[in-house]
């Protein structure tokens, strides 16, 4: 097979031209150089058939084309889709991510992770799905780049995507529910204190009985939670589907069935939601465009460009997991 020749960089367009990188740079993004210069590096970038490439593009601006990610479980769930968003947008606009994951609730991981950062040659730095201790840990005066925090942004200009889980109550009330456990997620997640916060006043709107337990997004701390359900209560409404899948599984171990004794609500959009036995009911987020978003919002910082793209409104999705509450128990109340 026949190996292709490399393509040539703005370092061999200096070699062959007897210059430095920096004169090239200056001269590709249309500064004034010596005439006899200039008379030496066109003749090189035609000789080596130079064609710019993004790092060579990155160096003529005089900054990276590189953006970090720093965020917690970035493999996992609801992030790992938000990264893959922002990756697809990066790669698009000539940018390359470096993606640090870490445990966002422990510490020395969460320091270690951003001095990390701190080391490289960055243009911006994305936060996704932060904690309390995350954001806290940013010393933006010594990252000394623009910094887009995801859940900032989302919460500032599109807060209905954490408050409308509040769709999920109006849905429960709407089937005849008045007693509810909600399984919120980690408060120190600023995006399970919205969504909290969202399920609380639509409750206290309807003057409805609720208990709260308290989970960490996984299905087992779901199942955990589910022990809370008061006595009287016809409905679950969890902060993410996979809360809601372990507390499904709890409810049937003690021998309730989803949605004939008790409803329950996700959030999320989980697509294999859909196929669970009963499929949830949930809140649908494109958290792919919400990656999208974020990488354009930082890129207009960073390069001046266009307003993001408006962000595609969460969507409720009604399946089999929630049904009419008990007519008896709603006669009594």
């Known amino acids: 097979m026949t190996q292709q020749p490399a393509r040539a960089t703005i370092y061999d367009v200096a070699d062959r031209a007897g210059v430095s990188h920096q004169t090239v740079a200056r001269m590709l993004r249309g500064e004034t150089v010596r005439p006899e210069n200039r008379t030496r590096i066109e003749a090189a970038l035609r000789d080596l058939r130079y064609r710019p490439n993004e790092e060579a593009r990155a160096l003529a601006r005089n900054r990276s084309n590189r953006i970090g990610v ?17 990756t697809r947008t990066a790669r698009e606009a000539g940018f390359v991510l470096d993606a640090v994951s870490f445990d966002p609730d422990e510490e020395q991981s969460t320091r270690q992770a951003v001095s ?13 799905a932060p904690t309390d201790l995350v954001v806290g840990a940013l010393d933006l005066t010594r990252l000394g780049v623009p910094v887009v925090v995801e859940s900032r942004i989302v919460d500032d200009r599109r807060p209905e995507f954490n ?53 960490d997004w996984s299905a087992e701390s779901g199942a955990r939670a589910a022990a809370a359900l008061p006595a009287d209560a016809t409905a679950v409404i969890s902060a993410n589907d996979l809360m809601a899948l372990g507390a499904m599984s709890a409810l ?36 792919a465009t919400i990656g999208r978003y974020a990488i354009q919002y930082l890129l207009r910082i960073i390069d001046g460009g266009p307003e993001p793209a408006p962000l595609e409104p969460a969507r409720f999705v009604a399946r089999e997991s929630t049904a009419p509450a008990d007519s008896a128990l709603s006669a009594a109340v």
């Open 163 to 215: 408050t409308s889980i509040a769709l999920a109550v109006e849905h429960l009330w709407s089937l005849g529910h008045r007693s509810f456990l909600h399984i919120a997620g980690p408060q120190n997640w600023p995006s399970a204190r919205n969504r909290r916060r969202a399920v609380d006043e639509a409750l206290t709107r309807h003057a409805a009985r609720v208990a709260t337990a308290f989970g």
């Open 252 to 287: 049937f171990a003690r021998g309730l069935d989803v949605p004939r004794d008790v409803s329950v609500t996700g959030f999320d959009g989980d697509p294999d939601a859909a196929f669970w036995r009963p499929p949830l009911t949930t809140v649908a987020i494109d958290y």
């Open 70 to 86: 720093l965020g917690g479980h970035i493999a996992d769930g609801a992030p790992a889709k938000i990264l893959a968003g922002a």
């Open 116 to 128: 990390a950062l701190e080391r490289s040659n960055l243009a911006g730095l994305l936060v996704i």
